[in-house]
C-alpha cells in the first residue's frame, strides 16, 4: 500500500547542530508539506512544496529550510538547533493543493533540543 | 484572513453518550472546513471535509459536521461514543492566507470517553 514514512520517529540533540527530518511518501503526490505541532498552537506550516525543485515557506520557516530533489522526499534541516525547535514535526502529502484537497499525514517524529 | 477556533480543549463523556465537539471559523471567502482526529503517538487521519456541497458531511466512524454559514461553525458530533474514539481532534479551514493558500488548523480538542 502506498504512504508516507517520518524518520527518526524519535531525536534528541544538542543546541547548535544541524539535524535533518526525512519524510518520503509512496504515493506520487506532488505537494508535500511540514508542519510542527505544540501544546496549544494546533500544526503549524513550516515550508511546503508543489513540485520537483519548488520549495516555500510557511508561517514558521525561521531556522528551517527544505529541498525537494525528487517527487517522493521532502526533507527537513534545522540549520542550527535551538531548544525552541523542540517539537513534534508532521509530513503530508496530497495530491492537488489547498484548499480543497486533502492532506495525508505522517506519523510525525519527537525532536527534542537539549 | 482565515482562523480556527475550537472551544474546549478538552470533552470528557460517557461510553454511548453524544458526542459534541465545537469549531468555529471566519473567513473572508466560502471556505473548506476538515476535521482530523489523531491518535496517540500517530499522525492526523482526515475525518471529513466540507466542499461546499452538501451542508451536512458525513465522515468515518460514525462522526458527522454540519456547515452552517450563520453561526460560522462546523460542529463534530457522533450520537454513542465507543472508548475507541479517545484522541485528539482537530478542525481546520483551508484557504488564501499570508500570500499562499493553506491549512489552518485550530489548538484541538482531547477528548476522553470513560466508561
Known amino acids: 500500500d502506498a504512504e508516507i514514512t517520518q524518520s527518526p520517529r524519535h531525536k534528541i540533540t544538542e543546541t547548535g547542530r544541524q539535524v535533518t527530518l526525512a519524510c518520503h511518501q509512496t504515493w506520487n503526490h506532488n505537494n508535500m508539506f511540514w508542519y510542527r505541532q505544540d501544546l496549544g498552537h494546533g500544526l503549524r506550516l513550516i515550508h511546503y512544496?508543489?513540485?520537483?525543485?519548488?520549495?516555500n515557506k510557511g508561517e514558521v520557516s525561521d531556522g528551517y529550510s527544505v529541498s525537494r530533489s525528487n517527487t517522493e522526499d521532502l526533507p527537513l534541516t534545522l540549520e542550527s538547533a535551538a531548544s525552541s525547535q523542540t517539537s513534534v514535526y508532521f509530513c503530508a502529502s496530497s495530491v492537488g493543493a489547498p484548499p480543497q484537497d486533502t492532506q495525508y499525514f505522517g506519523p510525525g517524529t519527537r525532536l527534542t533540543v537539549l | 484572513a482565515q482562523s480556527v477556533t475550537q472551544l474546549g480543549s478538552h470533552v470528557s463523556v460517557s461510553e454511548g453518550a453524544l458526542v459534541l465537539l465545537r469549531c468555529n471559523y471566519s473567513?473572508?471567502?466560502?471556505?473548506?472546513l476538515f476535521w482530523y482526529v489523531q491518535y496517540p503517538n500517530q499522525g492526523l487521519q482526515l475525518l471529513l471535509k466540507y466542499t461546499s456541497a452538501a451542508t451536512l458531511v458525513k465522515g468515518i466512524n460514525g462522526f458527522e459536521a454540519e456547515f452552517k454559514k450563520s453561526e460560522t461553525s462546523f460542529h463534530l458530533t457522533k450520537p454513542s461514543a465507543h472508548m475507541s474514539d479517545a484522541a485528539e481532534y482537530f478542525c481546520?479551514?483551508?484557504?488564501?492566507?499570508?500570500?499562499?493558500?493553506?491549512?489552518?488548523f485550530g489548538a484541538g480538542t482531547r477528548l476522553a470517553v470513560h466508561p
Open positions: 512544496s508543489y513540485g520537483v525543485h519548488d520549495t
Open positions: 481546520a479551514v483551508s484557504g488564501f492566507s499570508g500570500g499562499y493558500n493553506k491549512l489552518i
Open positions: 473567513s473572508s471567502v466560502p471556505p473548506y
